[in-house]
């Protein structure tokens, strides 16, 4: 089984960073055979997306000039490793209640007609399909379901979207949140860890038989 491992926080030692390496530890001691591959997208700069980008992955592949070819390069590496892996794994820092820019610019990357989504007769069809998809979420507040911050989340709320749109429909959430309240943080990061170690532990024993 592959796991594909992103982070995206703009901070080093940050708590998204430490939930994802909480995961993959977990992970290593259910699955010792798997692979990880690491894409840290904050590390190494993924660029906007271009006119020559979108010209490109307009155009049908065998009538790309070589700079338009060039412009998607980086595009087609990210989506070979979303297609080869079994389970994608997302650490999420929220900024300003959203993701991080760094993770956008990936999503802008890899929400690709014709590859990653397509149009049919029957409409709208995501292409990636059959993967499991944990996304892990640190938060300075707390956006708690039905309360009045729940609107505010713009983080979990557009990443379900998004990532539904290219056919990840499975989608588990775990967030640490009041990260930046004192009394609250280690707690609730603690508390995090705690699920993750559950979820990998649950999850592997049912999923193996499901993501073949
Ligand atoms: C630039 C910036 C913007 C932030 N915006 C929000 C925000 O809108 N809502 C919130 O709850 N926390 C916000 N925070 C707090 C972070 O979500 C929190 O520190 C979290 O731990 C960041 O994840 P990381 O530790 O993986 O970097 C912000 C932090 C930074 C640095």
Known sequence: MKLLRMDSSARHKSVSRQLTEAFVTAWKIQCPDGEILERDVAASVIPPISDEWVVAARTPPGKCTPAEREALSLSDQLIEELETADVILIGAPMYNFTISAPLKAWIDQIVRLGKTVEYGPQGRKGLLQGKKVVVLTSRGGTYPDGSSQT??????????????????????????????????????????????????????????????
């Not at 280690?186 to 993501?211: D, Y």
């Open 151 to 212: 609107k505010l989340d713009y983080q979990a709320s557009y990443l379900r979207v998004i990532l539904d749109f290219i056919g990840l429909t499975d989608v588990t959430f775990i967030h640490a949140e009041n990260q930046l309240r004192p009394d609250q943080a280690e707690v609730l990061r603690n508390e995090a860890i705690w699920k993750i170690n559950e979820f990998v532990l649950t999850w592997m024993a049912i999923g193996e038989q499901t993501v073949q």
